[in-house]
């Protein structure tokens, strides 16, 4: 008896590590899930918004993997992001950071922020607004602004403006009025090789690759993958210790949608 209690535990054993093994791949290789815990995607994707990244739609870097270990540098099977692309990046500046935008700059492109207007090698991105939207800023709501932006490549997609005055709006700066402290005149980011140029949705409240000191230009390599759609979504109006309140909380109609 004592022999097959102990080959049952060797099984269970190897059954746990297997199924470890498993799963490490899938978020390795397939998908891998992540959580939306600000608001610098809305109105695309919202704070409590869980979707699942695709991590072979750039190829494969050491950032592919958990806890990215010391490998080389450099992608397998390696492909750019295309214009419109929702990704999920390590920040350069601290890779134990994931941080999600949409790429709006590939390498070689020029990029100006013009009055709240994106520009893309000297053709200002058309938007069109829409009506108005509630956003959510450091925990407050605030109105904003809602446009449809169109990219070069076609892509549609929804953007929050607050205002066209603030201090991402007019970016790169390449000079101050003293007097004032506005931007006097404008400069151009050059996205260089090897990299991509990402903004969040919600542009007044994100903190971007126009903050070069804080995120900049973004190496591929860092790239984790593409969002591809929302499994699950819930709001804060249920409370842990009533879980009555769980159901009304879920945001039925955005489970199982894309990403765009």
Same mark, same amino acid.
């Given at each position: 008896?004592?022999?097959?209690?102990?080959?049952?535990?060797?099984?269970?054993?190897?059954?746990?590590?297997?199924?470890?093994?498993?799963?490490?791949?899938?978020?390795?290789?397939?998908?891998?899930?992540?959580?939306?815990?600000?608001?610098?995607?809305?109105?695309?994707?919202?704070?409590?918004?869980?979707?699942?990244?695709?991590?072979?739609?750039?190829?494969?870097?050491?950032?592919?993997?958990?806890?990215?270990?010391?490998?080389?540098?450099? @992608? %397998?099977?390696?492909? +750019?992001?295309?214009?419109?692309? &929702?990704?999920?990046?390590?920040?350069?500046? =601290?890779? !134990? /950071? #994931?941080?999600?935008?949409?790429?709006?700059?590939?390498?070689?492109?020029?990029?100006?922020?013009?009055?709240?207007?994106?520009?893309?090698?000297?053709?200002?991105?058309?938007?069109?607004?829409?009506?108005?939207?509630?956003?959510?800023?450091?925990?407050?709501?605030?109105?904003?602004?809602?446009?449809?932006?169109?990219?070069?490549?076609?892509?549609?997609?929804?953007?929050?403006?607050?205002?066209?005055?603030?201090?991402?709006?007019?970016?790169?700066?390449?000079?101050?009025?003293?007097?004032?402290?506005?931007?006097? @005149? %404008?400069?151009?980011? +050059?996205?260089?090789?090897?990299? &991509?140029?990402?903004?969040?949705?919600?542009? =007044?409240? !994100? /903190? #971007?690759?126009?903050?070069?000191?804080?995120?900049?230009?973004?190496?591929?390599?860092?790239?984790?993958?593409?969002?591809?759609?929302?499994?699950?979504?819930?709001?804060?109006?249920?409370?842990?210790?009533?879980?009555?309140?769980?159901?009304?909380?879920?945001?039925?109609?955005?489970?199982?949608?894309?990403?765009?």
């Amino acid at each position: 008896m004592a022999k097959k209690k102990d080959g049952g535990w060797a099984e269970t054993v190897k059954t746990v590590i297997y199924a470890a093994l498993i799963a490490v791949g899938i978020r390795t290789v397939a998908f891998e899930p992540f959580n939306i815990p600000s608001g610098s995607m809305e109105p695309t994707l919202l704070v409590g918004d869980y979707l699942f990244v695709s991590k072979y739609a750039y190829g494969y870097s050491r950032h592919s993997i958990p806890f990215s270990p010391p490998l080389p540098s450099g @992608r %397998l099977f390696g492909s +750019l992001p295309e214009r419109g692309d &929702v990704v999920v990046f390590k920040l350069p500046t =601290d890779t !134990s /950071q #994931d941080y999600i935008k949409r790429v709006v700059g590939l390498p070689g492109d020029r990029i100006q922020v013009r009055a709240g207007i994106l520009v893309i090698n000297g053709t200002p991105v058309r938007r069109e607004l829409v009506g108005n939207y509630t956003a959510e800023d450091d925990g407050s709501r605030v109105l904003a602004r809602l446009y449809r932006e169109t990219l070069p490549n076609g892509v549609t997609h929804s953007i929050l403006e607050q205002t066209d005055d603030g201090q991402l709006d007019n970016v790169p700066c390449a000079q101050v009025d003293m007097s004032t402290g506005r931007c006097a @005149r %404008l400069g151009e980011f +050059l996205v260089p090789a090897n990299h &991509v140029f990402a903004m969040g949705d919600n542009r =007044d409240n !994100s /903190q #971007d690759s126009r903050v070069l000191g804080a995120v900049g230009f973004i190496p591929v390599d860092n790239l984790v993958g593409r969002a591809e759609f929302i499994f699950f979504s819930v709001g804060n109006s249920a409370s842990w210790m009533k879980p009555w309140t769980w159901p009304g909380a879920i945001r039925w109609s955005r489970l199982f949608s894309a990403v765009r």
